[in-house]
């Protein structure tokens, strides 16, 4: 079985190799605030020109300056450097079911300084480098619409070729489509409650916002016991598509520095896409400092992730969600090769669903070692709400997306 995912974010893929190179960024007007639309730009007022080398270094082609550079999964790329930021998603365009990737432009960006002031607006054009356009077919699929039905022969199939963790029915599922099962794929605890996030494709919200609030926990030696709104970036934030999926490096990182986040209190869940609230009552929390695990999109690695998690506490991960991991009931989660697969592109490491990274161990018995991992699917889903995978493999590349931001906190 073939499945299409739905929570691809953009449809753009775009490589390391088809970014890095010569870019120019032809910048508006400066000046503006964080109120800014960028949709339909005036980019004539001055052009920046920069190098993006490997493996993170941007230079001003201009003046020598160095700065930082990173890619956003293969959808897009951040840059920093002479005190500002530069962030836009690569170019592409669609004809029914064909996708063409444009890598050597950007769509209209958003750049300001580094302490989030004087905004405007740049498309980015890659000059020296250049790759030619990359056209894709959607794959074929089996409806979106059509009803999802416990797979009861996968299910026993999972738990006769390997002992390492169970499956079983989820009768809840067959109450939704094919669809929306794959949008879900997109006490003194330092973690949020749990909420099911439903159909809606806000994982990578969930993710981030259980991110902060156990970082907040954490720094306020657990006096802080905040509870941040996924729904308030659904519907408000323009880094990501809402219901149909986004970045936790773009939401717990940089829409967390450049505009902050609510409360559930404030905006609660809705599990869908509607129109943006008035917050300006609401107080709004900020974090900083945020990157990859590594550094930059690729440096990322277990070590370093169990060193981060240690000093600093939960991260946001993302990981493949492959047709067996629907009916993970508990256990040490490997993909097991059976089922099908959800149909996705092929950039550094393929991940569908973001997730809270909380700890990790050794099985006393088999030795195997594990990451501890918090899930948006509910309490009554694998261990309580929580599951375990197996460490050091990178197993369905959970070792390879992690991001962290650091609260700002009094």
């Given at each position: 079985m073939v499945l299409s995912t739905v929570v691809a974010d953009t449809p753009a893929n775009c490589t390391f190799d088809d970014i890095a190179g010569r870019w120019v960024f032809m910048m508006g007007d400066t000046g503006g605030d964080r109120t800014i639309n960028c949709s339909n730009p005036t980019t004539n007022y001055f052009n920046l020109t920069v190098d993006l080398n490997y493996p993170d270094i941007a230079v001003d082609v201009t003046t020598?300056?160095?700065?930082?550079?990173?890619l956003i999964y293969n959808q897009g790329f951040e840059v920093v450097i002479n005190s500002r930021k530069y962030f836009a998603y690569s170019k592409y365009k669609t004809s029914g079911k064909n996708v063409t990737s444009i890598c050597t432009e950007t769509l209209p960006g958003m750049f300001h300084n580094v302490?989030?002031?004087?905004?405007?607006?740049?498309?980015?054009?890659?000059?020296?480098?250049?790759?030619?356009?990359k056209a894709s077919q959607q794959p074929r699929y089996v409806s979106v619409n059509a009803p999802f039905r416990n797979d009861h022969n996968l299910i026993q199939q999972i738990n006769s070729v390997q002992k390492s963790w169970t499956a079983k029915a989820y009768k809840e599922y067959e109450q939704m489509t094919w669809g929306q099962m794959l949008l879900r794929a997109g006490g003194a605890k330092p973690y949020a409650p749990f909420t099911?996030?439903?159909s809606c494709g806000s994982c990578y919200s969930f993710s981030s916002m259980g991110m902060l609030a156990a970082r907040f926990r954490v720094a306020s030696n657990n006096t802080f016991k905040p509870v941040f709104s996924p729904q308030e970036i659904v519907s408000c934030s323009e880094y990501a598509q809402g219901c149909e999926g986004g970045f936790p490096y773009l939401i717990a990182g940089k829409y967390a520095e450049d505009f902050g986040v609510v409360e559930e209190s404030c905006y609660t869940y809705e599990g869908k896409d509607s129109s943006c609230k008035n917050t300006t009552s609401c107080k709004r929390y900020y974090a900083t400092n945020y990157q990859y695990v590594g550094g930059y999109y690729g440096a990322c690695n277990e070590d370093l992730m169990k060193v981060q998690l240690v000093k600093n506490g939960p991260m946001s991960v993302s990981f493949e969600v492959l047709e067996d991991f629907f009916s993970y009931s508990g256990g040490?989660?490997?993909?097991?090769?059976?089922?099908?697969?959800?149909?996705?592109?092929?950039?550094?490491?393929?991940?569908?669903?973001?997730?809270?990274?909380?700890?990790?161990?050794?099985?006393?018995?088999?030795g195997e070692k594990f990451w501890s991992v918090k899930n948006s699917w509910g309490e009554s889903w694998g261990e309580n709400g929580y599951f375990r995978i197996r460490r050091g493999t990178d197993e369905v590349s959970i070792e390879g997306l992690a991001v962290e931001s650091f609260p700002i906190y009094p």
């Open positions: 020598g300056a160095e700065g930082f550079w990173t302490i989030g002031r004087d905004w405007g607006c740049y498309i980015g054009q890659k000059v020296k480098g250049l790759a030619t356009a099911d996030q439903g040490i989660y490997h993909h097991t090769g059976l089922g099908g697969n959800l149909g996705k592109f092929d950039p550094f490491q393929l991940t569908n669903h973001a997730v809270l990274l909380v700890g990790y161990g050794q099985d006393g018995e088999t």
